[in-house]
């Protein structure tokens, strides 16, 4: 078989659900007959039609609303959101209104929003963000964001068939740069399960999506030097996998914790919440944390590059770690 | 107005309005012995636009009201037990005291959907509905309110633009009752009629007397009919008035004692009771009974709230997601295959019929309306009207006089001479005394 991009992988998905599920409808701005701003859905229109692929007017507040009206309907809408960024314009309709709605009164609302996202392409304050946090921060919502083009499939296709709203984060980084042969039998990956990318002894390394690979690279270096590093993929961040991080931190005694997302609130902090909580014993050192700068993601080349952590950051926090 | 209601519905109605005014007054009397959690917000004097509007719904209509909206959500078959337990916060209300007031719905028998207290937000919510609903083939029609403060929302614009284009089979009723909390209306919206604003998306509006119950149910049937017919969405002013203040802890100082007397001779029930006895379609016998009929059914519901007991705390934690608790599943009331390959597959290209160039004054294109792009060829012919056919019978006429005449609304209020903005724009409106080059003081 063929290599398939993540975004390959992502548009199987959902061509393979609308096939599946007449059920399964897509809102977005330009998705339709451009097939999105990515190509994700392109051919979508083209196979399944204009009522179940919907261009929509630039609103991202109405396209979350409707979605979540289908979605009472029984439908299970998927959003684009064109870029993640945007979806700060319905803010609302996200926390409020959609990841509320079966807490406050018993109505599920199985709809997925999936937008590119995340920095290293030199798309500036505004086409680079990594807004999980505020996301992560909302009961009600599920939180996914992949790294691997097998991932990406199986676990958007998991989000379309959940019964709650789950945001899906796709880091355009990955788009077109990772590849991999996917299985041509039907998969899902489970929402909320970490997956163990390389094993080690001598200490844990934490992340998701682009910084995964980073964080991949890194243990590569720290190995020809006798670091021995165990890293995992968070995959999901809301539900996080605290069983796949524990069990990590008892065998290793050392985490860090890799994002791209802005340091401050970031998840890193979470997890060094749950670690001295259920882990703080196992622990040889402290919980260090690799992640972007406090500041929105600059535009030009150099300025992005030292904004986001990469393989030389983490392999450097590494070692710091690996003396305790 | 002629009505084509029968006697029987004509009590019907008149039930439920004195049920939402006298339901409401007794959460007003539990409120203030203490029996209330949170606040009360009363709907007196807007009863006929909660009951004439939902009245004109079928069953398998969907409906989502706003705070001043009780009376719908009784029409719609909400019982006043559910609005009791409701405001107590108790264990046996719709949501077991997740959230209180009208926060509530029902998906599967009622069709009614739960509002969130940002304004605006059940707009596009509603236009989804609506949309699905023509999915599924069901035929319905989505009904939600907006006030005259909550028609200012970017949520408004969007989620009625959407269905616009969509032409969603949605009717918004807007309930222009002249306050939002303590801003009279002239300070949020610079329109006389708020229907105006049907205008900018290019679909059908009505005003009506929103205390006039028949009317407001004509004007309503009339709007769902449309809307089932595939001439949605609607826009409905009705224009009324919230006696009371935002909730029971406002005492509504602001509005002028005259205001509040203009409105009171024109009270939606005592003016119903009029007409039906004016039309000979009751007497004082029959009245009483539905009176009684009233209060028993109250007594007993304020009876089972009261008595009901307060959540558990551990159910806090409980319900915030769905794992497996709920089946979503769609009612298809058409062929599945049709939107699915091959029936649904389409040549993915836009046919654009207008090239958009300036054709007339602009000010004379105000009452056309624009003609989308009509794009798949196979998926136009299945609406009954085509997007692009122009609507009859719109407000226009008003409309664009008002926008016309309506002179730029700058009031300096409560900002005096140092607003500089005001004083800038007012050099500005004296070219040969403004020096562009002068830098602007912070």
């Known amino acids: ?324 | 107005m002629e009505t084509k209601l029968t006697r029987e519905q004509q009590l019907e109605l008149y039930y439920y309005m004195q049920l939402n005014r006298q339901l409401e007054e007794r959460l007003v009397r539990l409120f203030r012995q203490n029996k209330i959690v949170g606040g009360v917000y009363s709907s007196m004097g807007q009863e006929a636009v909660s009951v004439g509007t939902s009245y004109a719904l079928e069953p398998r209509d969907w409906l989502a009201p706003m705070i001043r909206n009780i009376g719908a959500l009784l029409v719609k078959g909400f019982k006043p037990r559910d609005i009791f337990t409701q405001h107590m916060a108790k264990a046996t209300s719709p949501t077991h005291g997740k959230d209180g007031t009208s926060h509530f719905g029902d998906l599967k028998n009622l069709h009614v959907i739960s509002p969130i207290s940002m304004l605006g937000e059940l707009i596009p919510v509603m236009a989804g509905v609506g949309m699905a609903g023509r999915y599924l083939g069901q035929k319905i029609v989505a009904m939600t309110w907006i006030g005259d403060g909550g028609s200012s929302t970017g949520a408004f614009h969007e989620g009625l633009n959407l269905a616009a284009v969509q032409r969603a089979p949605l009717v918004l009723v807007l309930e222009n009752n002249q306050w939002a909390y303590s801003t009279p209306v002239s300070r949020q919206v610079p329109l006389k009629n708020l229907a105006d604003r049907a205008l900018a998306y290019g679909i059908q509006s009505r005003i009506v007397d929103g205390n006039d119950a028949i009317a407001v149910y004509e004007t309503s049937k009339w709007a769902v009919d449309e809307c089932r017919a595939g001439r949605g969405p609607i826009l409905i002013e009705a224009k009324t008035m919230r006696m009371k203040g935002h909730a029971q802890h406002d005492p509504a100082e602001y509005v002028p004692k005259e205001m509040f007397a203009y409105w009171k001779a024109r009270d939606p029930i005592a003016r119903y009771e009029k007409y039906l006895t004016e039309h000979g379609l009751w007497d004082a016998k029959v009245k009483a009974e539905i009176d009684a009929r009233i209060e028993r059914e109250l007594d007993e519901d304020q009876q089972f709230a009261e008595e009901s007991p307060l959540p558990s705390p551990e159910t806090a934690e409980q319900g915030v997601y769905c794992e497996g608790c709920h089946e979503v599943q769609a009612d298809w009331r058409r062929p599945k295959e049709q939107v699915m390959p091959p029936a649904a597959s389409v040549e993915a290209t836009w046919k654009v019929s207008d090239f958009g160039a300036a054709t007339a004054p602009p000010r004379a294109q105000n009452t056309a309306h624009a003609k989308p792009a009509t794009p798949y060829h196979k998926a136009a012919p299945q609406r009954p009207a085509s997007p692009s056919a122009p609507l009859e019978g719109s407000s226009e006429k008003v409309v664009a006089q008002d926008i016309a005449v309506a002179p730029p609304l700058r009031v300096p209020f409560g900002r005096g001479p140092k607003d500089r903005v005001f004083e800038r724009e007012q050099q500005q409106n004296q070219p040969s005394k403004h020096n562009p080059r002068r830098r602007r003081r912070r």
């Open chain 1, 1 to 324: 078989m063929a290599e398939v991009t993540m975004l390959e992988a992502i548009r199987e998905a959902l061509f393979e659900e609308f096939e599946r599920d007449p059920a399964i409808v897509a809102l977005g701005e330009d998705i339709g007959v451009f097939g999105g701003a990515f190509k994700a859905t392109e051919g979508l229109l083209a196979k399944f039609g204009p009522e179940r692929v919907i261009d929509t007017p630039i609103s991202e507040t109405a396209i979350v609303g409707a979605a979540c009206g289908m979605s009472y309907l029984g439908l299970r809408p998927v959003v684009e959101m064109q870029f993640i960024d945007f979806i700060a314009c319905c803010f609302n309709q996200v926390t409020n209104f959609v990841a509320k709605s079966h807490y406050r009164w018993g109505a599920p609302v199985p709809m997925v929003i999936r937008g590119p996202s995340g920095g290293g392409v030199h798309g500036g304050p505004f086409h680079s963000a990594n807004p999980e946090m505020y996301f992560v921060h909302t009961p009600g919502l599920k939180v996914v964001y992949p790294s691997t083009a097998y991932d990406a499939k199986g676990l958007l296709k998991s989000a379309i068939r959940d019964n709650n709203p789950v945001l899906f984060f796709e880091h355009k980084f990955l788009y077109r740069r990772v590849k991999e042969d996917l299985p041509s039998a039907e998969y899902t990956v489970p929402i909320g399960k970490a997956a163990v990318r390389r094993e080690g002894r001598d200490l844990t390394i934490l992340s998701y999506a682009a910084a995964a690979h980073t964080s991949l690279e890194a243990a590569q270096i720290l190995e020809k030097e006798g670091i021995d590093a165990e890293v995992i993929d968070l995959r999901t961040l809301l539900p996080l996998d605290r069983d796949a991080i524990i069990s990590s931190a008892k065998k290793t005694s050392k985490v860090l914790v890799v994002h791209e997302d802005t340091r401050t609130g970031g998840i890193a902090g979470e997890i060094a919440a749950i670690l001295c909580e259920d882990a703080f014993g196992y622990l040889d050192g402290p919980v260090a944390r690799v992640t972007a700068l406090d500041t929105p993601v600059p535009y030009s080349p150099p300025l992005e590059q030292y904004f986001l952590p990469s393989v030389e950051k983490v392999a450097a926090a590494a070692r710091e770690l690996a003396k305790y």
